[in-house]
């Protein structure tokens, strides 16, 4: 084809003028859900304070201003890293596994994960004791993120082998949800083992929080969870060549097995570090993609890593705020909390924009 | 029509394809020795399991080959870097397409994945690219539309415009015209005809539709299983008898003389068919169908088609009044009845 025969290109022609306003509702729905999560709590803090001690500036109640530094703003800062790693990590498998029930869950990633938790906190005694964990500091916090990271590149690995080999999605997806049965069922034995207190933290683990990841805990997540952003957003042009198939993609250029490795450490790093932190919060993972392109009809990873992204926080911060029970002084278990509201609202968009079937993949 | 460059596209010298498992390797078909010039449409024809799909998939470097050489504009295959490859050579594949929200402008501008940097976007010579892929193919009136909702003509015709996009000198097409209308078909020979002619590019096919691949084909590559490569004018081929032979152990016989496999066995008697033009063509179809053989040297039973224009078909047995028929059916009927209950 000699571009001398051409007629000129219509300027941005198929694209949805709406996207760009998307991105900026999502921006504007997650600095909302940041300052209301930041305010919401046993002790309501008014929002215009809120907003002056995240600027700098003092307020007439320093007890506030002690709050939000140590406790509320370090918990909406993990529900950040939390909502926007899981969203990502989840985009990347679904478009990997070219398989709309693909999430860090399903295929075991988030178990794979709980299998190191349980091996740092439950291989008894010795240096990594249960309780010593949140103790440990920064070298107790490395191990256990690594620990996890470790669980869940095993997990990916094997069921990415496997992938190699079986050639139907859902022959795959049936593989994932043994691996993750029985990664679950190793985990089971290990705690029938255990002594009561060590499994009782791990319970307490496996229920979803974003509370307690302070200080050290809480830049080494940032850190792990930023390397894996960037992982991602590196992988947006393979990713969105593997929208066709391997075959495809490689035809098209593509160092198939160089991609398929960075966006594993990038899913693993993302739901390890997560997954070693918070527990395991599901449904973020799977069902934000799904709600990004719903709302956004794209395709191009370009687009919806960072609106996964922000759909991801701001999801997340929303459940935040509704497990903090207004008026109460007890908090929900998160994970709990993002599968009951967080579904509903994804079933509604997706059902009222009558594109399932496009909305799937 | 640019002038034919001195250099084929696209060599293979003694190539072996196949697969190799467990350090078993299993060869398909090979040892060929290829080549692919610009500006030439060539048809990949062979029986199933002859290797094509596998030797497609080995040209453009999706497998590698169990032994020989391939190289592409001068250079080895192997050497080529991913991106370097896939500007030499673009592929349209079998696989199924899973692409939900992807519109088809977006589908074809993935088609500009080895040009692009490392965030993939597009400058305005990418974009004139893909708009000029979109034309050729007759696809942009509906640029805009989910790849998901279009039928199976258009989706082949987006495909097609993908690769376009790609802008390699080589592009390889894997059974484009399968799962495609009659109509459908024809059309997309036509434009790959077209396109080869216009842009100097070499496209290789492989297909099932022999008639179609009989007329559209500058070559052919004729792949018999376990046999050697025939390549050449499709006309060669039929008239040499290669043709017939690669597809004889599918128990037919292919008539050098319409260009056709015959469908039915012959059982019956000859008969002379006496007369030409459309009318000689259909009587002749009819009267094999119902296991005649029909020739034009005289025979016992004698047929007389209508001339242009006119109808009326005549019927003689031997030295009995010839009989009138107003259709084929009617002239069917009565050779039903005639030979055997005079």
């Known amino acids: 084809m000699r571009p001398d025969q051409l007629s000129p290109a219509p300027p941005a022609a198929g694209t949805d003028p709406r996207r760009p306003a998307w991105l900026l509702a999502l921006t504007g729905l997650v600095l909302l859900g940041f300052v209301l999560d930041i305010a919401l709590g046993p002790v309501r803090i008014p929002v215009a304070a809120v907003v002056k001690i995240l600027l700098g500036q003092p307020t007439d109640n320093p007890a506030w201003t002690f709050i939000v530094r140590e406790i509320r703003l370090p918990k909406a800062l ?90 139907d999605n859902v022959v795959l997806l049936i593989v994932g949800l043994m691996i993750a049965s029985v990664t679950g069922a190793i985990v089971s034995l290990w705690q029938y083992f255990s002594a009561p207190e060590q499994i009782q933290e791990y319970l307490l683990w496996t229920f979803g929080s974003l509370g307690g990841v302070v200080g050290s805990h809480l830049a080494v997540l940032a850190a792990v969870v930023t390397v894996g952003l960037v992982l991602a957003f590196a992988s947006a042009k393979p990713l969105n060549a593997l929208l066709l198939g391997e075959n495809y993609a490689r035809s098209m250029g593509l160092v198939v097995g160089r991609s398929r490795t960075l966006i594993i450490a990038s899913t693993s790093l993302l739901a390890g570090a997560i997954t070693a932190f918070c527990g395991p919060i599901g449904f973020v993972g799977i069902a934000v993609p799904h709600l990004t392109r719903a709302l956004l009809r794209t395709a191009d990873h370009r687009l919806l890593l960072p609106a996964a992204c922000l759909a991801g926080a701001a999801l997340t911060l929303a459940c935040d705020c509704v497990a903090q029970l207004p008026g109460s002084q007890t908090s929900l278990p998160l994970s709990v909390v993002t599968s009951l509201l967080g579904a509903p609202v994804v079933l509604w968009v997706v059902l009222r924009r009558q594109n399932i079937r496009s909305s799937l993949t | 029509m640019p002038p034919p460059l001195p250099a084929p596209l696209l060599t293979a010298a003694d190539l072996v394809v196949g697969y190799a ?178 842009t100097g590019k070499a496209i290789l096919l492989s297909t099932h539709e022999l008639d179609l691949a009989l007329q559209a084909a500058d070559r052919v590559w004729l792949l018999p299983a376990g046999g050697a490569l025939h390549a050449g004018t499709p006309e060669d081929l039929v008239l040499s008898g290669a043709f017939a032979a690669a597809f004889v152990h599918e128990g037919l016989a292919f008539d050098a003389a319409t260009g056709t496999f015959a469908l039915h066995a012959p059982t019956g008697p000859a008969v002379q068919l006496v007369g030409d033009g459309a009318a000689a063509f259909w009587t002749r179809r009819a009267l094999e169908r119902e296991g005649f053989v029909p020739t034009t040297a005289p025979a016992p039973l004698c047929v007389t088609v209508p001339p242009p224009g006119a109808t009326g078909w005549l019927s003689q047995v031997a030295d009995q009044p010839p009989q009138a028929h107003a259709t084929v059916a009617e002239l069917l009927r009565a050779l039903r009845r005639g030979p055997a209950q005079p």
């Open chain 1, 78 to 167: 993990t529900a950040l890293a939390v909502g926007s790693g899981l969203a990502v990590s989840g985009l990347q498998m679904q478009t990997l596994f070219r398989n709309p029930l693909a999430g860090p869950s399903v295929l075991g990633l988030t178990a794979g994960a709980g299998l190191g938790v349980a091996a740092v906190m439950l291989a008894g005694g010795g240096v990594a004791n249960g309780f010593a964990i949140r103790a440990l500091g920064l070298g107790g916090s490395w191990t256990l993120v690594l620990a996890a990271t470790v669980g869940a590149a095993l997990v990916m690995t094997l069921v990415l082998a496997l992938s190699a080999r079986v050639r």
């Open chain 2, 21 to 198: 498992a467990q350090k078993v390797s299993r060869p398909v078909a090979g040892p060929l020795q290829l080549s692919l010039w610009p500006g030439e449409l060539v048809c990949l024809l062979g029986p199933n399991g002859a290797g094509k799909s596998t030797l497609l998939r080995t040209l453009a470097g999706l497998q590698p080959p169990l032994s020989g050489q391939l190289g592409v504009a001068g250079q080895s295959l192997a050497g080529l870097s991913a991106p370097a490859r896939a500007r030499q050579l673009s592929i349209v594949l079998t696989d199924r397409l899973d692409v939900g929200n992807l519109t088809v402008r977006e589908l074809v501008r993935l088609g500009r994945y080895p040009h692009t940097g490392w965030l993939g976007g597009l400058t305005a010579h990418d974009e004139a690219q893909v708009q000029a892929a979109l034309h050729a193919t007759g696809t942009a009136a509906f640029a805009a539309r989910p790849v998901g909702e279009l039928s199976d003509g258009e989706r082949q015709k987006v495909l097609l415009a993908r690769a376009l996009a790609q802008d390699t000198p080589v592009v390889l097409l894997d059974e484009p015209t399968a799962h495609l209308d009659l109509p459908n078909r024809v059309a997309l020979m036509r434009l790959l005809h077209h396109l080869a002619r216009q």
